[in-house]
T-cell receptor
């Protein structure tokens, strides 16, 4: 059974600080995605990474895929209150028709 | 925004009653998924469909059935609702297989309470 472990589960920091959240698995991903979910809404895709070592940037968010494609990180620079939300990673394995979600990191940015 | 709607958006029902949730898409995407989201468990896959009349089980399929008679509609049925099925249910769609890295678009969710 493939599992995705996300850490930390909760993170509360001041506006302007930097932070990193992690997504780890014992299995190799075919692709990995990061989603953000706000209260009362469905998750929205932020990024997809498919190549080991890949780094993608989305404004103040930097996503990195591990060389062995078993882990990923999301780094936020100068966090803002608008970054508050639940961050979910999701991985696809092999030729599966489905993806597995981690339990998420709940991020709260204090103004 | 991808054209996905879920109905109803909120429902309160009693233990033992049947419940059907509907997901409707206007994107003509091949894949459709039903997830449930619970505190401490994240999103867990219930059932998914890879084409009309083609469905398969996810990790938490017990107590649920699905049907897809048209590309645009994917129905989730709780044959006899139990309190453990109180949850928020999300439908999602994608055009290609997940291992390709294709995007899953999520609906707004249905909040189901079983008393």
């Amino acid at each position: 059974t493939q599992l995705l472990e996300q850490s930390p589960q909760f993170l509360s920091i001041q506006e302007g600080e930097n932070l990193t959240v992690y997504c780890n698995s014992s299995s190799v991903f075919s692709s990995l995605q990061w989603y953000r979910q706000e209260p009362g809404e469905g998750p929205v895709l932020l990024v997809t990474v498919v190549t080991g070592g890949e780094v993608k940037k989305l404004k103040r968010l930097t996503f990195q895929f591990g060389d062995a494609r078993k882990d990923s990180s999301l780094h936020i620079t100068a966090a803002q209150p608008g970054d508050t939300g639940l961050y979910l990673c999701a991985g696809a394995f092999g030729g599966d028709d489905k993806i597995i979600f981690g339990k998420g990191t709940r991020l709260h940015i204090l103004p | 925004d991808a054209g996905i709607t879920q109905s109803p958006r909120h429902k309160v029902t009693e233990t033992g009653t049947p419940v059907t949730l509907r997901c409707h898409q206007t994107e003509n995407h091949r894949y459709m998924y039903w997830y449930r989201q619970d505190p401490g468990h994240g999103l867990r896959l219930i059932h998914y469909s890879y084409g009309v009349k083609d469905t398969d089980k996810g990790e938490v399929s017990d107590g649920y059935s699905v049907s897809r008679s048209k590309t645009e509609d994917f129905l989730l049925t709780l044959e006899s609702a139990t309190s453990s099925q109180t949850s928020v249910y999300f439908c999602a769609i994608s055009d290609k297989q997940p291992f390709s890295g294709d995007t899953q678009y999520f609906g707004p969710g249905t909040r189901l309470t079983v008393l």
